[in-house]
């Protein structure tokens, strides 16, 4: 049995309070790092729910998708397009093709 | 997803509509693929996706598109399930009751058009997320709160037409609204209140207008397409004191909601308090594999034994008061001079000062967060939720029964209990998860017939639900049985009088159309 990674979820979470003013894509000329802050970061930043649910399925130091550099663009458009676990899927309004391709750009950046 | 039809229309007949809605919005809009049906049906479905099935989604920018949709709708006889942001997770997510419905995601329609801080309230279009919304209010440094429930991810508008609710002052969303924009089933476009003044500067101030007031006519209604709302909003607290304890049993639900709801009642209160069960925290931070080897729930005796570590106790109590300083401390001491009354458990208090974080864990500090929803990944596979949430009058003799009843039917049927109560002065709304795994066939099966059986169990003990999942709203309408269900009877005739060709929402909420009224229970 694993032990629950408590301290993740309840350590006192700053991250994301200013998360959401600092990332309007359009302000950053729409570029993927932008666009993932805007359309992703809300639970892909430190201490947000998706943070959460991969550090405890594979450990803190993957937790992050913006620090991985083990991600597959395909990979990620499936997960976005058909969702994963407890994830629900995104459509085209939520994040457009065009978005998604410069986000999968930024993700994949360091492989 | 495969394509399924509207009950009644033919392959070309549907792909004319399609084309006719192309022309408005542009082909970008019209989202009808395979991979797109897919994004619109419920990411928490109990069971197969395609048993509510969208054919096909079309997202309009503006009221004008949406007048057009609706009226291309009438002339094709296409059923319509308009959606805010979709994002009504352990609801249905976009998907439509009927399937083979069009989804129409208003998520394009995120502007924010107004936030006046002196009078306290922001005109906002469905699209609009509390992220969005946060955003704004940061960025232009305005002092306002906005009341956040569980998923910020999810529409303002959207939360607030499902009678969702938070946990500020402002908590119930749905009394925030003053003054609608709505598409009418013909195309028509009304504005309600004040609003239906040419040049009205009071629309967003004064709920009522001049005559019947039709805001309430709107609200989990399949009336009208609501496209921008007046939503009343709290000024930002100078501070805020939150009074917390863990009380150990149980039992302790029946004075923990009468004491609180007297407290409210007399204004020493000014939230609605959340009080879920222990098992809430644990379902966050946990899966039932790191407490449980076996098959079934986690035993009765290793969940005790986990909360005495953790130093849990049964029911999370967290009171949150707000504003001067002087007068937060005087209601804690009443608020503790109540509770002595049953406990001699002390309160733990967390001082807040305006300037200091607010953290995301906390929304009753009213900041977006997405946290709660890590509860579907309790079970383990492709995780989801169902909320079962009758409401009951705030005393013992209603409470304790009922949360002993559910208690035991969730152990009967293989799931941890949990539930939670939101005092709301005379009302204590029971909302109850039900987490199971999708990809758990027999998991799957046992909650829904857990929440068929806690649906019955709280009619027979004279109690009706405030809100939910497609699968179950008839089943829900069911209960609302005065008369002979008299309520729906009405509800069905001003829906044939609004929109007789039954095309907005066919099934919202148990009522039908009489186009297709057979698919009840369908």
């Known amino acids: ?111 | 997803m495969k394509l399924q039809l509207p009950p009644g229309i033919s392959a070309p007949a549907f792909e004319r509509a399609m084309a006719a809605f192309r022309r408005v919005v542009g082909d970008e809009w019209v989202l009808d693929s395979d991979a797109d049906r897919h994004t619109y049906s419920d990411p928490y479905a109990p069971g197969p996706e395609d048993e509510w099935a969208p054919a096909a989604a079309v997202a309009p920018a503006s009221t004008e598109e949406v007048q057009a949709i609706v009226r291309l709708a009438n002339e094709h006889r296409i059923p319509l399930w308009p959606v805010s942001r979709g994002k009504n997770l352990g609801y249905g997510g976009a998907a439509p009751r009927l399937p083979g419905s069009v989804v129409v995601d208003l998520g394009r329609m995120n502007r924010i058009l107004e936030v006046d801080e002196q009078l306290g309230y922001c005109v906002i279009e469905p699209g609009v997320s509390f992220y969005d919304l946060q955003a704004y209010l940061d960025d232009n440094k305005i002092k306002l709160w906005q009341s956040v429930p569980g998923n910020g991810w999810g529409s303002v508008v959207g939360n607030a037409l499902d009678r969702g609710f938070g946990y500020t002052p402002y908590g119930d969303h749905t009394a925030n609204i003053c003054g609608m924009e709505v598409v009418l089933p013909d195309g028509d476009l009304i504005r309600t209140g004040m609003g239906a003044i040419e040049g009205s500067r009071s629309w967003h101030v004064h709920k009522y207008g001049y005559g019947p007031a039709w805001d309430q006519l709107f609200v989990q209604s399949s009336y009208g397409i609501v496209t921008r709302v007046g939503m009343w909003m709290m000024p930002a607290p100078e501070s805020s004191l939150l009074l917390a304890m863990n009380p150990p049993k149980g039992e302790d639900i029946g004075w923990l909601v009468e004491t609180i709801s007297q407290l409210r009642l007399r204004g020493v209160i000014d939230q609605s308090p959340f009080l879920p069960c222990s098992f809430g925290k644990l379902s966050l931070i946990a899966q039932r594999a790191d407490l449980h080897d076996g098959p079934g729930p986690v035993p009765e005796e290793k969940l005790a034994e986990f909360y005495e570590k953790e130093k849990l106790g049964f029911w999370i109590v967290g009171l949150r008061l707000y504003g001067d300083e002087s007068v937060t401390r005087a209601r804690a001491e009443l608020i503790k001079k109540a509770f002595a009354r049953h406990t001699d458990m002390p309160f733990h208090e967390i001082p807040w000062t305006a300037g200091d974080p607010r953290p995301i864990y906390d929304p009753s500090l009213a900041v977006p967060t997405a946290m709660p929803l890590q509860m579907s990944n309790w079970a383990g596979g492709r995780g989801g939720h169902l909320s079962f949430s009758p409401v009951l009058p705030a005393t013992s003799k209603d409470v304790l029964p009922q949360f002993h009843r559910s208690r035991e039917r969730y152990r009967e049927f293989g799931f941890e209990y949990y539930g939670s109560f939101t005092v709301s002065g005379r009302t204590a709304t029971n909302i109850n998860m039900i987490m199971y795994n999708r990809d758990d066939a027999d998991e799957v099966r046992r909650a829904r017939a857990l929440f068929d059986v806690l649906t019955e169990d709280a009619h027979k003990a004279g109690y009706g639900e405030y809100r939910a999942h497609l699968g179950w709203m008839d089943k829900v309408a069911d209960t609302f049985d005065f008369n002979n269900h008299a309520l729906r009877r009405l509800g069905e005739k001003v829906k044939d009088a609004l929109d007789p060709n039954g095309i907005l929402a066919p099934g919202k909420q148990g009522i039908w159309p009489s186009t297709y009224r057979s698919h009840r229970h369908g």
């Open chain 1, 1 to 111: 049995m694993a032990e629950p990674r408590y301290a993740l979820v309840f350590s006192v979470a700053l991250a994301l309070s200013g998360l959401a003013a600092a990332a309007d894509p359009a302000a950053s000329g729409g570029n993927g790092e932008a666009l993932f802050a805007a359309r992703c970061g809300a639970c892909h930043f430190e201490e947000g729910m998706g943070s959460n649910v991969l550090a405890k399925r594979l450990g803190p130091e993957r937790a992050l998708l913006a620090q991985r550099d083990d991600l597959n663009a395909e990979y990620v458009r499936l997960v976005v397009r058909r969702g994963m676990g407890m994830m629900p899927f995104l459509t085209r309004v939520d994040v457009p093709d065009a978005e998604l391709e410069a986000i999968t750009g930024w993700l994949t950046r360091q492989r």
